[in-house]
């Protein structure tokens, strides 16, 4: 399973516990019903951080939460699976990684020199 898919399995995951549809939640979120959609039924290869922090808002969770599962979704990717990704997705994780590593204290934020 790569990457996205694994992001459509979680938004999914979170709908049933929170008992919304996935319409719901485009609504709660302020995006398009095709933008929730379009994730979840795998046509969106490459979902952007901004959406799924989006789509976090309006589950009402974090983040780390989203992605912290018994199946944290770039943690079990392969290396395989990461490598092959294209440079700006690479550069999406980290950046992800390291607003949650930040917003939980564990990293100082970088600064410009």
């Known amino acids: 399973m790569n990457v996205a898919a ?3 399995t979680r938004i999914i995951e979170l709908c049933n516990q ?9 609504d709660l979120s302020g995006l398009t019903q095709s933008t929730v959609d379009s994730i979840v039924n795998g046509k969106s ?3 952007q951080v901004i959406t799924i922090y989006r789509i976090c808002e309006g ?3 974090s983040l780390s939460e989203f992605f912290s599962d018994n199946e ?8 395989n699976e990461m490598d092959n990704l294209p ?6 994780i980290d950046m992800a990684k390291e607003f949650v590593l930040y917003k939980h204290g564990i990293k100082k934020p ?4």
């Open 6 to 8: 694994k992001i459509a």
């Open 72 to 79: 944290t979704i770039v943690a079990t990717c392969n290396n």
């Open 18 to 26: 929170k008992s919304i549809t996935v319409n719901k939640l485009a």
């Open 87 to 92: 440079e700006h997705i690479k550069k999406e």
């Open 59 to 61: 589950l009402g969770i």
């Open 110 to 113: 970088a600064t410009d020199k």
């Open 45 to 47: 290869r490459n979902p």
